[in-house]
Every structure is written in C-alpha cells, then in structure tokens.
C-alpha cells in the first residue's frame, strides 16, 4: 500500500482501529488480559476510541501489548511512517521522515527504530537450492586513515554475515566474530543441508561445509570471481543495497542497533516480489502481533 492510498483510507483514527482490529484478531476479538470473546465497544473523554471486555470489565485498544502501546502519536502517523519505510529501497533518515510527519528528529526516529524492531523477529522459512554464504563489514573509513587501520577480516567495523538463496530469501546476522563455529552454526539452523549445494569465497572457515553438503568456491585472492554457476555475485549485490542504505541515508550504525537495520534490509529483499499493499500489511502484522 503506497503512501497515497493510505492517506486515502486512513484519514482519522476510527479508520486506523478497525484495521488494527482486523490484522490483529483476524475473525473474533478477544481480551488481552482474559482472553475472553465477549468484547463491546467503549468510549472515555478524550481518548481515542476503546473496546471492553465483558469478563473482565477492563478496557483496552487494539494497540496494547503492540510496538504501538501507549503511543501519542496518531495512528495515521504510524500507518504513514510504515508504509514511507516499506516503499524505500535503501532505507529513510529520521530527519526526512520527520518532514514527512511533521514530527521531531527524535521522535521520528523512535518510531522507526521500533517498527524495525518488530521487523527483527520475522523470520524466513529454511534455505534450500543453491545458497550463497558471504560476510560484510559496516562501517567508516577511519578518521585517520595513517594509524595502521585494518581493512578486510582485522578491521574494526561492525561484521555482518549471511546466506542468500538465489532467487529466493536472505538471512542475515551481526556476529563478534566468524570462525568455523559460527559458519557451522550458521548453516545447519537456517539451510536445509539435504537440500542445499553452497557456493562461498575462499575464506578458510568454509572448507568444514564440504562435510555435510556438497560446497564449491571462488578464488577471490587470486583474482577468481566466477567458474560457471559458482560465485558468490548475488549475495555480493545484496551487500550493496546494504551498504547504499548505511553511505546514503544513515551515514552511522551503532554496533548495538545495527541489527536493527539489517533486520530492515533483509525483510524489504525477501518480500521484493510482492505487491506493495502485501508488504505493508506484513509490516503491520510484524508491528501488532510480534
């Protein structure tokens, strides 16, 4: 749903609940605290629209227990702000979502920091076919660039790795640290091995994948990048968008919310085929029911 077409269908917060209600419970209501089936409409002086629980007597928003719980901005501002961050390839600075919403910096960002929260914990289904593995590193190039900075696997830039099922999903991961460990890790939760034939760099730490599953790789040290259908090119691609959302808009991960952000990235390319009204719906279902 693009930002027209909400503006078109939520002009008030009436409208907003009611699509609230339907994404949340789907047929039937039913309390947050009770549980019970037996839900009425109620309205107190000065607050939005409510609904009340027969059993319990208590009264409660479509929005309790939600990223949107106790929120003072107005749902049509939240219902905007995700479909802004659903239609923007490469990610929106707080600063240009603020604009949009006629909000301040701070709050902008707030709110988009917890839409993407609600993004992390959406999963993707196993991997299987062929599956590209790749790492990443995010981050700046140092400020004083004569101090003996690493590049590469010593630098101190954030690192970021994942797998990539050509023509399907990606999942991604921030990581301390990228040994054999991690990679074994790393393949037999997210890939369905049986399945599966893995294509990666020369990176040492891959060569254990060739005991589980058949695996081949590219010699990127001596200047090798494709051998057929072996490379590592469409998960590289996906580091691109990545890295053009961080130079582009953001200009700065911390460490600690740069999960954040890959969560982002990630669910905007496993839900690239799909129409926009879908993927703003699935952001919504993430943000009421995670």
Known sequence: MNTIQVMRQFQDDKACMAFLCEIRWKAKMKCPYCNGGNISKHQEKDRRDRLQCSGCRKSFSPTVNTILHKTHIPLFKWFLAISLLSEAKKSISSRQLARHLSLPVKTAYSLSQRIRKALLGTRS??????????????????RFPNTGAKRGRGTKKTLVVGMLERGGSVINQVEKQYRKKQVRDMVLQNADVEKSSFYTDDYGA????GRFAPHESVNHSMREYVRGDVHTNTIEGYWALVKRAWYGQHHHYTKKYTPLYIAESSFKYNNRKLHS?????????ACINS
């Open 125 to 142: 289904p196993l991997l299987k076919g062929i599956i590209e593995l790749d790492e990443t590193y995010i981050g700046g190039k140092p």
């Open 206 to 209: 891959y060569n254990q994948i």
């Open 277 to 285: 009204s879908e993927v703003f719906n699935k952001i919504m279902d």
